[in-house]
């Protein structure tokens, strides 16, 4: 069974930038898609950005759309979230996510098997 675990989150200004990573445990993610998904408490879990299983194809949040950029090592060891020109709106928990969606469900929880713990983060001044 594949562990992810996400780290890289923090406290940072608004127009700052933070890069997550995810790691994968017991398990390699080359076989998955991979996403990130965000919740603010009290509210849904939602969408952010996913990363074909190839590589090739990437698909964001209109919210966060120029300013985020998901990507995954050569190793498919990791994925990682660069975050730039961050807003107050973006402070969340920051999840990431495996599974093997299609492309039509690439931005549904429900089509990811595996998830990590969050890692927080806060964009304020």
């Known amino acids: 069974q594949v562990q992810l675990v996400e780290s890289g989150g923090g406290l940072v200004q608004p127009g700052g930038s933070l890069r997550l990573s995810c790691t994968a445990s017991?398990?390699?993610?080359?076989?998955?898609?991979m996403a990130w998904f965000r919740q603010i408490p009290g509210e849904e879990r939602e969408f952010v950005a996913a990363?074909?299983?190839?590589?090739?194809?990437?698909y964001y949040a209109d919210s966060v759309k120029g300013r985020f950029s998901i990507s995954r090592d050569r190793a498919n060891s990791a994925v990682h979230l660069q975050m730039n020109w961050l807003r107050p709106e973006d402070t969340a928990v920051y999840f990431c996510?495996?599974?093997?969606?299609?492309?039509?469900?690439?931005?549904?929880?429900?089509?990811?098997?595996?998830w990590g713990q969050g890692t927080q983060v806060t964009v304020s001044s």
């Open positions: 996510a495996a599974g093997r969606p299609i492309t039509s469900t690439i931005r549904t929880i429900g089509a990811y098997l595996y």
């Open positions: 017991g398990g390699t993610i080359g076989g998955y898609s």
């Open positions: 990363i074909k299983a190839g590589g090739g194809s990437t």
